[in-house]
């Protein structure tokens, strides 16, 4: 059970932070009309609004659980205009709270009031005795006055909160089970790709191969098979460098044994448009993290390099706030669709991981593309 003097405290902590709700809402109710004006900067309202009503929750839920007792309340993790409902709500215990506190300081007065009359003999003993009887009773309804506008304060966020918490993990169901079949998806496309990566490609080199070998097989003239061998061979080579860009489709294998900057920087040397490379990483991500911000890289770089005609790309990698954010940007002709097949499908992979990822590409450039992925 809660002390007192917690409560009493948590109590007029609650009526100071009421009025910062009540000028927040009032500033939020404002820009809201404000809005009605602007459609374009309705969505960025609407964000910062749910933005700042999270922020003021937090603090309320610290203050319910240190001084209410209120510790099974759910982390805030999500921003959601159920905390602007939450905040709205708060301020009938703290107008309750304001009042109580108003009765107990002019009861207060009336105490010392009380005191002085008596030092000066106006009251009679009797008169006293009942003046100190009232205002015990007085005071005791006080108390408990506060305290069950704590108990109000403490209900009224189980009931918004929590029940905000059972819809946030109902929404995440749903999305993970729409991630799962995306991602499905996105593996059924991939297959795909390297399906006709092997058929266009490395087979028909493979078979343009069998057929160089055989003219050398039958040849008769030694310098004629020589030049067919060494053609053969340098065949080989590339049919071997193929091979290698396919498979590092499948997985990057060489994340086994080197960090994420460094593997981009061996993506760079094969690259046909110059790529400056920037990894501030002061812990390794998770192998999933880099492993999706390596095919996003990629995605990015070939799409650089076959649609924008792109002089330049740059990749900027670093940890913010329990996320690995990576830029990627090029000063191509811009027009990436982002809802095409390669990035459709790289943001389904980010999505699995909890992530988002964001392509800006206005014609005439350039192109951005943001990964945004969770990292403990």
């Known amino acids: 059970m809660t002390h007192p003097v917690r409560v009493g405290v948590g109590v007029g902590a609650g009526v100071l932070t009421a009025a910062g709700d009540l000028l927040f809402l009032l500033v939020a109710a404002g820009a809201g009309a404000g809005s009605a004006l602007l459609p374009p900067a309705r969505r960025r309202i609407g964000t910062l609004i749910t933005r700042y009503a999270t922020t003021l929750v937090r603090l309320e839920r610290r203050r319910l659980a240190g001084l209410l007792g209120a510790d099974e309340l759910p982390p805030i993790r999500t921003a959601g205009w159920r905390h602007v409902a939450y905040l709205a709500a708060r301020l009938l215990p703290g107008a309750l709270g304001a ?73 995440r169901v749903r999305e993970l089970a729409s991630t799962r079949a995306g991602v499905i998806a996105a593996v059924d496309a991939e297959r795909q790709r390297i399906e006709r990566d092997l058929h266009d490609g490395l087979q028909q080199r493979l078979v343009a191969l069998g057929m160089l070998l055989g003219r050398a097989r ?60 920037r990894c501030d990483l002061p812990v390794r991500p998770d192998r999933q993290v880099e492993t999706v911000l390596y095919f996003v890289a990629c995605e990015a770089l070939t799409n650089a390099a076959k649609h924008a005609a792109a002089t330049l790309v740059t990749i900027d990698i670093e940890a913010a706030e329990g996320t690995v954010r990576m830029l990627v940007r090029d000063d191509g002709t811009g027009g990436a669709d982002p809802s095409g097949r390669g990035l459709s499908g790289l943001a389904r992979r980010v999505a699995a991981l909890d992530g988002r990822l964001r392509v800006e590409s206005p014609t005439g450039g350039p192109t951005t593309v943001l990964a945004e992925l969770p990292c403990g």
């Not at 030049?227 to 091979?243: G, I, P």
């Not at 860009?245 to 294998?253: D, I, K, L, N, Q």
């Not at 086994?256 to 110059?274: C, H, T, W, Y």
């Open 218 to 277: 039958r040849g008769r003239d030694a310098e004629r098979t020589y030049a067919l061998v060494t053609q053969a061979h340098e065949d080989v080579q590339r049919a071997l460098e193929e091979l290698r860009e396919v498979a590092w489709r499948v997985y990057p294998s060489a994340l086994e044994e080197s960090d994420l900057g460094q593997v981009l920087g061996m993506v760079a040397q094969r690259s046909a448009v110059p790529v400056r490379i």
């Open 99 to 171: 009042l109580a506190y108003l009765l107990l300081a002019i009861g207060a007065v009336l105490t010392w009031i009380l005191l002085s009359a008596t030092v000066r003999g106006e009251l009679s003993v009797a008169e006293f005795l009942l003046q100190v009887v009232i205002g015990t009773v007085l005071l005791m309804l006080n108390v408990q006055a506060i305290a069950s506008v704590g108990a109000l304060d403490v209900r009224i966020a189980r009931w918004l909160l929590d029940r905000g918490a059972r819809a946030a993990l109902e929404d």
